[in-house]
C-alpha cells in the first residue's frame, strides 16, 4: 500500500509532527510505502491564488481557471506534484491539532490548492450523473483523520459543549473524502491533550502505533451513497432515519 | 457601530467580493463606520509561522508563544494590527464562498492568525471560571456569516447530503464566534449559485442589501452558555434536550 500522510503540525517540535512521524513509521514496517508531507516544512502557501493557474489574475471562479489550466499545461507544478502524490495513495491520512473547530488553515488550503475540479470534483459518470458522495476521482482510495484537542474527552462527546468531534469531522471525513469517493475510515481523536487527564506523549504514540497496526481490518464510515439513498433534489429519502436531521443520518445503521 | 467585514474572496471579480462591497455600503448608508479587509488583496498569508511571534523557531505550542509575543511586545504588526481593528468592531462579518463545506484557508487563517491566546481565548473570570462559549474576550460584539454554496438549498437543508448549513456553520458560528463571547446572528447563506435554478447576482446583491438594512433587529442565536447550561464535565446538562445529540440541542428552544 502507499500511504500519503498529510501533518498541519506547526513545527518540528509539535505534537502533531511527533505522531505523524510515529504513523509513518509504523506504515513502514509493515512494509507499506510512506510519503510524509510536512505542510509547514514545505512552507506551504494556503491561498489560492492567480500563479495556481498561470494567469496574472482571476477573472472567472476559481473551478473553471483549475480546468483550463489543467488542459493548458500551466497548472503550477507545486499543485501538479501534490496531484499526483495524492493520485498514488491508496491511504491519505490528515494530522492535525483542532484549531477553531477544525482544520489549521495550512492544510484546509492544502485540499483548496490540490483537490481541483477536473481532478478531484465536477466528473460524471456515463449516465451523466454526478460522481460524488460514495462515488469520484478518488474511489478506491481510504481516508483518515488524525487529531488532537486540548479541551478533555467529555466536551467533545455527543452532548459535549464543543459539539460532537463526529459532528465537527463531517465536513472533512463526509465533505472532502466521501465527496471525491474517499473511504473515510473511523478517526483517530487524540483528545484532553492540554487536559489535567492526558496520559501524555508515550500514551498518545501507543494509540497512533496500535491504530496503523491494524488499519487493514478497519471497517470505513458506513456514509451513504449519493445515487442510493438520496432524492433528485439531494434529501435523503424519507424511509432512511425518518424524522431525524442530524448529521449521522448520513451514515447507514450498523 | 463599527463594522469590519473580512471577505475571503479569491478575486475582485468574485461574487463575494460584490456581496461584501454591497453589505459594506449598506452598512455605510446607514450611518455606520466599516472596515472591509479583502484578504486576497491584502496577500493575507493564512498559516501560523514563527515570524508572527517574533522568533525563528516554534519550541512551544503556539498559544504560548503568543501570549509570550504580547508580553514582549514582539508579536507581528500586521497580527497586531487585525487584533485593534477586531477589537474595535461592534460587528464582525465574514463572506466567503464556501469551499469543501467551510471556509477557504484564506479566512481560516486570518482566525488562526488574529484569534491568539490571550486576545481571543484562554482568559477566565474573577472565580476562575473559563470566559468561553458565551463570554470571552468580544463578549458584546456581534457576529454574521455570509456564505455562498453552489448547490441547491435542499442539498444544504435539515435532510440534504451535504449536511444542514447550520450544521456546517456550528463550527464558525458556535466555535469561534460564540466560543470568544461574539453573538452570532443567524447567517445569511445564499445557495444554488452554481444550479439552473440560481436567481441572479442582482437578486443576491437584493438580499444582502435587505439582511444589511435591518441587522439591528436581529435576534442572535440562543446558544447556550457553558456556565448556566452545562455539567463540570461540560456537557449539555440532562434535562435540555433530553436524549438528543445533534449540534441543535446547544441552542435555547425558541
Not at 484546509?108 to 451523466?128: P, S
Not at 483523520?145 to 472533512?172: C, K, S, W
Request: hydrophobic share 45%.
Amino acid at each position: 500500500m502507499q500511504a500519503l500522510i498529510v501533518s498541519a503540525a506547526p513545527a518540528a517540535s509539535s505534537l502533531t509532527a511527533d505522531l505523524a512521524a510515529v504513523a509513518g513509521s509504523t506504515l513502514r514496517e509493515q512494509g507499506h510505502e510512506v510519503v510524509l508531507l510536512d505542510l509547514a516544512l514545505l512552507d506551504w502557501h494556503p491561498a489560492v491564488r492567480p500563479s495556481d493557474y498561470g494567469v496574472e489574475e482571476l477573472t472567472a471562479p476559481v473551478g473553471k481557471h483549475a480546468v483550463d489550466a489543467a488542459a493548458s499545461g500551466s497548472l503550477a507544478p507545486e499543485v501538479r506534484r501534490h496531484q499526483e502524490l495524492l493520485r498514488r495513495a491508496d491511504l491519505v491520512v490528515l494530522v492535525f491539532p483542532l484549531w477553531w473547530a477544525g482544520m489549521p488553515a495550512i492544510l484546509k488550503g492544502w485540499v483548496d490548492r490540490v483537490f481541483t475540479q477536473g481532478f478531484a470534483y465536477g466528473l460524471r459518470d456515463q449516465q451523466g450523473n454526478p460522481r460524488k458522495y460514495g462515488d469520484g476521482a478518488f474511489a478506491g482510495k481510504k481516508g483518515l483523520v488524525v487529531t488532537t484537542a486540548g479541551d478533555r474527552a467529555e466536551a467533545f462527546g455527543p452532548r459535549g459543549v464543543n459539539g460532537h468531534i463526529d459532528d465537527l469531522l463531517f465536513p472533512i471525513n463526509h465533505g472532502i473524502f466521501w465527496y471525491t469517493g474517499i473511504e473515510p475510515l473511523p478517526p483517530l481523536t487524540l483528545l484532553g491533550v492540554d487536559s489535567p487527564v492526558w496520559a501524555g506523549i508515550e500514551d498518545a504514540r501507543a494509540q497512533v502505533r496500535k491504530r496503523f497496526e491494524n488499519l487493514a481490518t478497519d471497517e470505513p464510515l458506513p456514509y451513504r451513497r449519493l445515487l442510493d439513498d438520496y432524492d433528485a433534489e439531494r434529501r435523503l429519502l424519507d424511509e432512511h432515519a425518518p424524522g431525524r436531521s442530524d448529521l449521522a443520518i448520513h451514515r447507514r445503521p450498523a
